[in-house]
Nanobody, 125 residues
């Protein structure tokens, strides 16, 4: 069974950091561009970051630029999202997904077609 498995979420204080992981189970992530999205209660799902297959094309939402770093580890079949200086507005369920593009695309949900179950990030005192 193919799955995307997110992990690394949790409760963190404002100003703290988290590293989210997206691992492929029965799925070779190395042949897909991967995106990270988030969805807060009552809000639409929004793109956070994406990385191309080769890792040379990277997108960040304006809301996380300078605070987020996306990377991929081919040997571990995993894509990471490092989030620093977290603020309460970052509170959401975070999802990773495979893109329908390999080299260039947009950070919008309709360009991603296979999704994980999500990991919750809560930023609070």
């Amino acid at each position: 069974q193919m799955e995307l498995v997110e992990s690394g979420g949790g409760l963190v204080q404002p100003g703290g950091s988290l590293r989210l992981s997206c691992a492929g189970s029965g799925l070779n992530l190395n042949i897909y561009a991967i995106g990270w999205f988030r969805q807060a209660p009552g809000k639409e799902r929004e793109g956070v970051s994406a990385i191309s297959v080769k890792g040379d094309y990277i997108l960040y939402a304006d809301s996380v630029k300078g605070r987020a770093t996306i990377s991929r580890d081919a040997a571990k079949n995993t894509v990471y999202l490092q989030m620093n200086n977290l603020v309460p507005g970052d509170t959401a369920a975070y999802y990773c997904a495979t893109a329908m593009w390999s080299d260039y695309g947009d950070l919008i949900p309709r360009q991603f077609d296979f999704w994980g179950q999500g990991t919750q990030v809560t930023v609070s005192l």
